[in-house]
């Protein structure tokens, strides 16, 4: 069965520094990615998402994440962080062949210090 | 367009009593889902549905019970709620490849 490990539960970093949230998946098989976020008290909100094509993914709020089939990972990166985006990040996979069911990742919470 | 909206946003039950939790989405989704989140667990799935009178079961389903009467609603049922079942409870839709729309959320407690 397919599964997701997000390693790091907690990522502290400074304002305007780069920032990376991991993400691997289990399966090698083709899958669709994903990744949300989860500001306090609110639903999860799409960042980006992989389907097909390039492998550098871009997405709102200045993310983008690279696919590496061959490590069957899918990290997260911004290059300069905001105050504003700290909150918890959800990492996703579905497989191609039941798209429509999403395996979510435990989360990750950035914490954005000035 | 409202997007995915889920009533109520708070409910506090006492043991044994019984409620539903409603969704409705409006971007005429053939998928529709309920999740329930814990500290530390992610999101885990309860139930699923892949179209207008049809559901399934996903990760944890003891407990709950859903029905999918009509393609924009769907509807969460606890008939005997436990101290187990507090958590944040969120409806999604989907259709094919677009990822999963998410609801605002529903707090539970059950004391």
């Known amino acids: 069965a397919q599964s997701v490990t997000q390693l790091d539960s907690q990522v502290p970093v400074f304002e305007e520094a780069p920032v990376e949230l991991r993400c691997n998946y289990s399966?090698?098989?083709?899958?669709?990615l994903f990744w949300y976020v989860q500001y306090p008290n609110q639903g999860l909100q799409l960042l980006l998402k992989?389907?097909?094509?390039?492998?550098l993914v871009k997405g709102i709020n200045g993310f983008e994440a690279e696919f590496n089939k061959s490590q069957t990972s899918f990290h997260l990166r911004k290059p300069s962080v905001h105050i504003s985006d700290t909150a918890e990040y959800f990492c996703a996979v579905s497989d191609m062949d039941s798209s429509y069911k999403l395996i979510f990742g435990s989360g990750t919470r950035l914490l954005v210090r000035p | 367009n409202a997007g995915v909206t889920q009533t109520p946003k708070f409910r506090v039950l006492k043991t044994g009593q019984s409620m539903t939790l409603l969704c409705a989405q409006d971007m005429n989704h053939e998928y529709m889902y309920w999740y329930r989140q814990d500290p530390g667990m992610g999101l885990r799935l309860i139930h699923y549905s892949v179209g207008e009178g049809t559901t399934a079961k996903g990760e944890v389903p003891d407990g709950y019970n859903v029905s999918r009467l009509k393609k924009q609603n769907f509807l969460l049922g606890l008939e005997s709620a436990a101290p187990s079942q507090t958590s944040v409870y969120f409806c999604a839709s989907s259709s094919h490849r677009e990822g999963q729309f998410f609801g605002p959320g529903t707090r539970l407690t059950v004391l």
């Open positions: 992989y389907l097909s094509g390039s492998t």
């Open positions: 399966s090698s098989v083709s899958v669709y």
